[in-house]
């Protein structure tokens, strides 16, 4: 199945030329990765679980028939044969809720697997966005490094003929041949890293021994949309799949205290049967007229353990102390990553425009400069220095732009509403 969809996807990217999204890579993620179907499985593992704990609160009945044949040596007598049959019902009456709080146990694991699985799923949600930002951004900045050495060659050449012809000194050629050394220089760099991220999206998404193309758009609008830190703080506590896990091992070690506490209590337990036996086999008619009932009501009073069950108690306490404190720290840090990650974006929306501005202005300084060294009233190291100004106004602005893409995921994935928009 999921090879289908690849292939309807390959065909339909390289017919029309169209390029996946962000959210369209996620889709083939999910339907790829393996770590999500193995928490799936963790799911309805649990979910079977439950069900089979669910059952400890009916009685149990049980039917038997059995045959034994008993001989005496080497004697004479002859062997004896004995049939027997019965059906029988056992029930728990009272065990100060040690069932139901085992029911409860096995309905809090469960709980738990479906936020593991919403974990799992955010995890490969936020790998995506990560690398396909990635690579967005390098393939970016190779494009910018492609222009400057395009650039740099031009003006190495230029110089270089009125080096020939007199016109310029020996400096401002070794100066032009610096610079078309250190944009080649960084052109394989770009290179490498537009490689390596495309084999990072490609992993992320399920696709690494997969020889289907991935078409990206090669540049990303970006609009900036961040939230108070209160109104952060109330959505994460509601919806982070993390604290809900921490507040799950909670909930369970109290379940574990009170299992602890009753399993030094008394309990009750009733059953009954009806059983006959017989040195024929038995028939309808014989279990009809020869059958024995019996009823039981046991009271089980633990005594004495060896202190077993006071150390559980004990034991299931600083459980439930441990699991309070990772909940605390959990909150605490969690705490922390939001407020770095919202002073994060609110400052990338006061660089993003003033980068802006600078990559307007640096642009327009290059033509200027370009003007007064062809007049000959600019010097080389000036145009060079215009060139290396809007070389690095670009980079500054792509990197920032999809550092900023890639930290808005991560708060999504912080405040437990990455996964939610891909239900």
């Known amino acids: 199945m ?3 969809i690849l292939t309807i996807l390959f065909f339909i990217s390289t017919s029309i030329a169209q390029s996946l999204t962000v959210d369209e890579c996620v889709r083939i993620a999910l339907e790829n990765k393996p770590s999500l179907k193995r928490a799936e499985q963790d799911v309805a593992i649990a979910r079977l679980n439950r069900a089979s704990t669910g059952a400890l609160m009916l009685p149990s009945v049980n039917a038997s028939n059995s045959f034994s044949e008993t001989t005496y040596g080497n004697t004479s007598s002859e062997a004896s044969e004995r049939y027997s049959g019965g059906l029988s019902l056992s029930q728990s009456l009272f065990n100060f809720g040690t069932k139901i709080n085992t029911l409860k146990q096995s309905d809090n694991t469960y709980n738990t697997a ?5 974990q799992a799923k955010a995890r490969i949600i936020l790998d995506v966005h990560t690398f396909y930002y990635q690579y967005l951004k390098n393939s970016e900045l190779f494009d910018i490094a492609g222009k400057d050495l395009e650039l740099s060659k031009k ?13 310029v000194s020996k400096t401002d050629f070794l100066k032009a041949s610096v610079r078309y050394g250190t944009a080649k220089s960084s052109f394989l760099s770009r290179e490498l890293s537009k490689k390596n991220s495309e084999k990072s999206l490609r992993f992320s998404m399920g696709l690494l021994n997969s020889d289907i193309p991935i078409i990206i758009k090669q540049k990303m609008d970006l609009i900036l949309s961040v939230p108070t830190f209160d109104e952060a703080y109330s959505l994460m506590l509601s919806n982070s799949p993390d604290l809900s896990i921490l507040d799950n091992q909670i909930s369970g070690a109290q379940i574990n205290v009170k299992k602890a506490w009753s399993s030094s209590l008394p309990s009750i337990n009733m059953s009954i049967g009806m059983n006959a036996s017989s040195a024929d086999q038995i028939t309808r008619t014989y279990f009809d007229d020869n059958y024995i009932k019996s009823a039981n009501i046991t009271v089980s009073i633990p ?21 309070e404190t990772r909940l605390s720290g959990g909150k605490n840090s969690a705490k922390v990553s939001l407020y770095a990650l919202i002073n994060t974006l609110n400052n990338y929306q006061e660089i993003i425009p003033i980068q802006e501005e600078v990559l307007l202005s640096a642009e327009e300084d290059l033509k200027l400069a370009q003007q007064r060294y062809e007049l000959g009233s600019a010097s080389i190291l000036v145009l060079l220095d215009a060139q290396l100004a809007l070389i690095q106004a670009s980079s500054s602005l792509v990197r920032t732009k999809y550092d900023a893409a890639i930290q808005v995921a991560n708060l999504d994935d ?8 891909y239900e």
């Open 303 to 323: 005594i004495f353990s060896g202190f077993r069950n006071r150390n559980s108690i004990q034991i299931s306490k600083l459980q439930l102390d441990q699991a």
């Open 114 to 118: 479906k936020q593991q699985r919403r």
């Open 2 to 4: 999921n090879k289908y």
């Open 155 to 167: 003006q190495l050449d230029l110089v270089q003929n009125q080096y020939n012809l007199g016109a």
């Open 414 to 421: 912080l405040l437990g509403t990455l996964d939610k928009k």
